[in-house]
């Protein structure tokens, strides 16, 4: 229990936070923009028959320092190598191949993931399809109570099948990323994930506002009928319903104001594998942004949810302490980053984003820095 001297810091603490949500929404980037990190296989026309090197360095350092029942704080400190050999056959068409590499520095192995890479890249203008290896992790763009940002760091690699359109206009992602295949006997059931993520951009010239609906879904399934697993067969469902209102400024200080409401369900349709077989949630985002720097405010409010990829600290159920549950989760969290491209082929983000409990009183934070080279060279044609 909280002593009466701790407790007015604490309130002061909760209304800000609630305040300046409120003033940055009037004119409102809000769910995490993880540009920096994305890492997308690239077209270039000038590249038409030709074969070439690629290779992608990321270098991270995520701790979370929190103590808290739901999710125990630890840190993730590595670094990952992604080299490949590509082949443009023309405009359309492109194949690459390598290896992915982990480590977290101080394992008791020399390496934490070492696995063979490839994909087949089809483009039409706009729509893209990827075949093997996927643009996957938070190249999704989901929102993190669905889709865990340190799944860059620890499933980096997923593998199946993607359609894809980007453009300014519309974002569209569907994939199936098949995580465990099994043969005849097998002691664990087949597992694979779906999402969909579908953004469409909306001008609107009132005060140059762009305006995009957000639908956003998840199923994590676990079956199969060749297998011996006495866990019977099962279906999560995690689905997000929101709203970007989204400001950009070609001059002054501020460059970009951002607010973005969602809510969001968790259903469970077979199996007792978890407490609650359905929940729901709220949350909120208000971002302001100024040159390469952001600040970002975000309220939670969760009923009964759970996302099996979503960032735990979301969860009504503990990660950490089993059997533990919190029913209803009520959080808020302010989130600074820092992100610029270094050199020609380096970029960095820093944040810093501390999360303060409602419920348990209690504040905890987090630290990250991520550095990333990018480089590209041309062999010549084939």
Same mark, same amino acid.
């Given at each position: 229990?909280?002593?009466?001297?701790?407790?007015?810091?604490?309130?002061?603490?909760?209304?800000?936070?609630?305040?300046?949500?409120?003033?940055?929404? %009037?004119?409102?980037?809000?769910?995490?923009?993880?540009?920096?990190?994305?890492?997308?296989?690239?077209?270039?026309?000038?590249?038409?028959?030709?074969?070439?090197?690629?290779?992608?360095? =990321?270098?991270?350092?995520?701790?979370?320092?929190?103590? /808290?029942?739901?999710?125990?704080?630890?840190?993730?400190?590595?670094?990952?190598?992604?080299?490949?050999? %590509?082949?443009? #056959?023309?405009?359309?068409?492109?194949?690459?191949?390598?290896?992915? #590499?982990?480590?977290?520095?101080?394992?008791?192995? +020399?390496?934490?993931?070492?696995? +063979?890479?490839?994909?087949?890249?089809?483009?039409?203008?706009?729509?893209?399809?990827?075949?093997?290896?996927?643009?996957?992790?938070? /190249?999704?763009?989901?929102?993190?109570?669905?889709?865990?940002?340190?799944?860059?760091?620890?499933?980096?690699?997923?593998?199946?099948?993607?359609?894809?359109?980007? !453009?300014?206009?519309?974002?569209?992602?569907?994939?199936? =990323?098949?995580?465990?295949?099994?043969?005849?006997?097998?002691?664990?059931?087949?597992?694979?994930?779906?999402?969909?993520?579908?953004?469409?951009?909306?001008?609107?010239?009132?005060?140059?506002?762009? #305006?995009?609906?957000?639908?956003?879904?998840?199923?994590?399934?676990?079956?199969?009928?060749?297998?011996?697993?006495?866990?019977?067969?099962?279906?999560?469902?995690?689905?997000?319903?929101?709203?970007?209102?989204?400001?950009?400024?070609?001059?002054?200080?501020?460059?970009?104001?951002?607010?973005?409401?969602? &809510? &969001?369900?968790? $259903?469970?349709?077979?199996?007792?594998?978890?407490?609650?077989?359905?929940? /729901?949630?709220? %949350?909120? *985002?208000?971002? @302001?942004?100024?040159? /390469?720097?952001?600040?970002?405010? $975000? %309220?939670?409010?969760? *009923? !009964?949810?759970?996302? +099996?990829?979503?960032?735990?600290?979301?969860? !009504?159920? $503990?990660?950490?302490?089993?059997?533990?549950?919190?029913?209803?989760?009520?959080?808020?969290?302010?989130?600074?980053?820092?992100?610029?491209? @270094?050199?020609?082929?380096?970029?960095?983000?820093?944040?810093?984003?501390?999360?303060?409990?409602?419920?348990? $009183?209690?504040?905890?934070?987090?630290?990250? &820095?991520?550095?990333?080279?990018?480089? *590209?060279?041309?062999?010549?044609?084939?």
């Amino acid at each position: 229990m909280m002593s009466s001297a701790k407790k007015p810091p604490v309130i002061l603490f909760k209304y800000v936070c609630i305040s300046i949500c409120l003033l940055i929404s %009037y004119n409102s980037r809000a769910q995490v923009n993880n540009l920096f990190l994305y890492d997308p296989i690239t077209f270039n026309a000038g590249d038409s028959g030709r074969i070439g090197f690629s290779v992608i360095n =990321n270098n991270y350092l995520r701790n979370t320092e929190y103590y /808290n029942n739901i999710e125990v704080g630890r840190t993730l400190f590595g670094y990952q190598l992604i080299p490949s050999l %590509y082949y443009q #056959v023309n405009s359309h068409i492109k194949l690459q191949g390598g290896l992915f #590499v982990r480590k977290d520095f101080g394992g008791d192995e +020399p390496y934490t993931t070492v696995t +063979p890479t490839f994909t087949l890249k089809l483009k039409n203008n706009n729509w893209q399809i990827l075949f093997g290896t996927l643009e996957g992790s938070i /190249n999704h763009r989901m929102v993190e109570p669905m889709f865990d940002i340190a799944a860059y760091i620890e499933k980096h690699m997923e593998n199946g099948f993607q359609l894809k359109h980007v !453009s300014d206009k519309f974002f569209f992602d569907t994939w199936i =990323n098949w995580e465990k295949f099994i043969e005849r006997g097998a002691t664990e059931k087949e597992m694979l994930t779906t999402g969909l993520n579908l953004q469409p951009k909306i001008t609107v010239t009132i005060n140059q506002f762009s #305006v995009t609906p957000i639908i956003q879904g998840m199923l994590s399934h676990r079956g199969g009928q060749i297998d011996k697993d006495s866990i019977s067969f099962y279906v999560i469902a995690n689905y997000a319903a929101g709203i970007r209102f989204m400001k950009q400024n070609n001059t002054g200080f501020i460059s970009e104001w951002r607010f973005e409401p969602y &809510l &969001l369900r968790y $259903s469970l349709n077979d199996g007792n594998i978890y407490p609650f077989k359905e929940g /729901n949630a709220i %949350y909120i *985002n208000a971002t @302001v942004k100024a040159k /390469n720097l952001s600040v970002m405010f $975000s %309220y939670w409010e969760g *009923n !009964s949810y759970i996302a +099996p990829k979503g960032s735990p600290i979301y969860s !009504s159920l $503990s990660l950490d302490r089993p059997g533990h549950i919190e029913p209803n989760r009520h959080l808020l969290f302010i989130r600074l980053f820092y992100e610029k491209k @270094v050199f020609e082929h380096i970029s960095m983000s820093a944040r810093f984003e501390p999360v303060y409990d409602l419920k348990n $009183s209690l504040l905890d934070y987090s630290y990250s &820095l991520y550095l990333t080279y990018r480089g *590209n060279w041309n062999f010549g044609k084939k």
